[in-house]
């Protein structure tokens, strides 16, 4: 139960962002959804892509679905550019790389230290493509491509003055975006057991065992960012 309720914490956090965003920007929003939503029904799957790593793909992970994979990753992306915007990457660390991370982090501790706040405002993402599937030993490697919108500024802190940037006209960029899964990959009703000690785990809280202190990783479990290259 308890790891079920920590995904349902998750799921409801990550809702509260995007709302958060979408909030934010209610007056672009109904055309944009729009376009977020074509953008994850049709097939977009790249013809070259071998067939055969793709199969062998969901041999290995019956779980997975193009459609359904696309939509995280889009999700992943607002998640990761709003927690730069509000400056606590917290929520999104779980499913960064330590690279990616640190990145992140870095212009947020950069922000920080200016005093300044970066928005992007009326965030937008669309068009998100698989543009390449890799069978590595040990893990599959999947590199997306998404096509983002964004006001693209910056303000001061606390005055919320504007400092530099544009507030008018969106920036449009091709961002691509390499995830990868570990093959054998646990469940996730292994989850609920630590991988240090064995005890079950409350990952309701923290997502760290109360016993060993042994920090739940997502690597383990799912896909993760490795790169983001924006
Ligand atoms: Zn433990």
Not at 76 to 95: A, P, R
Request: glycine residues 4%; neutral net charge.
């Amino acid at each position: 139960m308890g790891f079920n309720n920590f995904l349902n914490n998750l799921r409801r956090a990550a809702e509260a962002m995007e709302k958060a965003v979408i909030d934010d920007n209610t007056n672009n929003q109904n055309h944009e959804n729009n376009t977020y939503n074509n953008a994850n029904i049709k097939n977009t799957t790249n013809n070259q892509i071998s067939k055969n790593i793709l199969e062998k793909l969901v041999a290995e992970d019956k779980d997975f679905a193009e459609a359904k994979f696309r939509a995280k990753v889009d999700n992943m992306f607002i998640q990761t550019y709003t927690g730069v915007m509000k400056q606590d990457l917290s929520k999104v660390e779980h499913f960064l790389s330590k690279e990616m991370f640190e990145k992140y982090s870095k212009k947020v501790e950069n922000l920080k230290s200016k005093n300044q706040l970066q928005i992007y405002d009326e965030l937008n993402v669309s068009d998100t493509n698989i543009i390449n599937i890799e069978e590595l030993e040990d893990r599959f490697v999947i590199k997306v491509s998404l096509l983002t919108k964004y006001l693209d500024y910056i303000l001061t802190k606390d005055t919320k003055k504007y400092v530099s940037g544009d507030r008018d006209v969106r920036v449009e960029k091709r961002v691509r975006i390499t995830l990868s899964k570990i093959k054998n990959a646990k469940s996730m009703e292994e989850a609920r057991k630590c991988d240090g000690c064995g005890a079950n785990m409350d990952l309701n809280k923290t997502g760290v065992c109360e016993y060993c202190g042994t920090v739940f990783e997502l690597k383990n479990y799912d896909w993760v960012i490795d790169n983001i290259e924006d």
